[in-house]
């Protein structure tokens, strides 16, 4: 699967669903907090490079404070959570470079403070916070045309 692709004459990129808060958590915190790991129970890409973010539409009060409780573990202030009645929810959210893919289990898992024991983990990098728009999302990775001032945005971030 590459980065973009083109169709029907569109500029496409690849897109992967995440749950909130932790869009939140990559686009939204200042840098010393920000996640910068995204952890998967199973590879779903060996194709480093940009990929954009939407926030899935579902959103369960357990699974966010949970995370939430996830985030202040990992040294993020309360001052910096999301309110749950506030966050956004089914829209794309963002672009971020996939840096390299850290295995499920490393000895070096205790330097990434947002790696999760067990998962697959994505090293984030470049976070880059777009306009919101309605988006849905899908399971596995798929792919989104991008809006004019989407190419421009990521264009003049080096993400496209």
């Known amino acids: 699967m590459s980065v973009t692709r083109i169709k029907d004459g569109k500029l496409q990129m690849?897109?992967?669903?995440?749950?909130?808060?932790?869009?939140?958590?990559?686009?939204?915190?200042?840098?010393?907090?920000?996640?910068?790991?995204?952890?998967?129970?199973?590879?779903?890409?060996?194709?480093?490079?940009?990929?954009?973010?939407?926030?899935?539409?579902?959103?369960?009060?357990?699974y966010f404070d949970e995370a939430c409780e996830g985030a202040l573990r990992r040294g993020v202030p309360e001052a910096?959570?999301?309110?749950?009645?506030?966050?956004e929810t089914g829209v794309l959210y963002g672009c971020v470079r996939l840096q390299h893919m850290l295995p499920s289990v490393s000895?070096?898992?205790?330097?990434?403070?947002?790696k999760f024991p067990g998962h697959v983990g994505y090293v984030l990098e470049g976070?880059?916070?777009l306009p919101p728009r309605p988006l849905r999302g899908a399971q596995t990775i798929f792919y989104v045309e991008l809006t004019d001032e989407?190419?421009?945005?990521?264009?003049?971030?080096?993400?496209l």
Request: charge should be positive; hydrophobic fraction near 40%.
């Open 14 to 62: 690849r897109c992967l669903s995440l749950k909130q808060p932790y869009l939140h958590f990559i686009f939204d915190l200042p840098l010393p907090h920000r996640k910068d790991v995204e952890n998967r129970t199973r590879s779903i890409t060996s194709e480093m490079g940009p990929i954009l973010f939407c926030a899935s539409k579902s959103l369960e009060r357990g």
């Open 150 to 159: 989407e190419q421009a945005l990521l264009g003049a971030a080096k993400l």
């Open 127 to 129: 976070a880059l916070r």
């Open 80 to 87: 910096l959570l999301p309110k749950f009645d506030t966050i």
């Open 107 to 114: 000895l070096l898992d205790q330097i990434w403070k947002w």
